[in-house]
């Protein structure tokens, strides 16, 4: 709900799972997407958490034509400045496959990426460390180009 937030074209959302906002911060929600911001949604697994996500989101976008539906590697997303050639990464959680979920709006802007049974950023903050392979690490900082580019540019 800050005034302030319509300054930033990207947004991050991490861990949603548990999220609880109040109506005010669901119509910021909605603002900041039809007028143009682009949201990450990562760290999240398990049904429940997805379930108590797009409860909000159904809150903030009740129309129909609003939905999350499952993105393939063919969206400009995934090959707007890096070609990734797969969706099929490694999991942080390990017995999670990851998917890629996305929303767009009445002119199909993508307005959200959500990696949900994954936690992308987590390969990001542990980079320097033991924490996952190099590869995937690697993996991980192309999808945040990817998405960083694509929301600056659509």
């Known amino acids: 709900d800050d005034p302030n937030l319509?300054?930033?074209?990207?947004?991050?959302?991490?861990?949603?799972?548990?999220?609880?906002?109040?109506?005010?911060?669901?119509?910021?929600?909605?603002?900041?997407?039809?007028?143009?911001?682009?949201?990450?949604?990562?760290?999240?697994r398990r049904s429940f958490e997805l379930d108590n996500f797009k409860y909000y989101l159904k809150r903030a976008l009740p129309e129909p034509e609003y939905e999350l539906k499952p993105l393939d590697v063919t969206h400009p997303i995934f090959n707007c400045f890096f070609s990734i050639k797969s969706l099929d990464v490694r999991s942080p959680y390990g017995y999670l496959r990851p998917e890629f979920l996305g929303m767009q709006d009445k002119h199909g802007r993508l307005m959200m990426i959500v990696n949900y049974n994954n936690d992308v950023s987590d390969y990001w903050q542990w980079s320097n460390d033991a924490f996952a392979p190099i590869d995937d690490t690697n993996t991980a900082y192309k999808f945040g180009v990817n998405y960083a580019f694509y929301a600056l540019t659509h």
Do not use: N, Q
Not at 16 to 39: A, N, P, Q, S
């Open 6 to 44: 319509s300054k930033y074209p990207f947004a991050y959302l991490c861990e949603v799972g548990h999220m609880d906002i109040t109506d005010k911060e669901v119509v910021g929600m909605r603002e900041y997407l039809l007028r143009g911001g682009f949201l990450l949604v990562d760290d999240f």
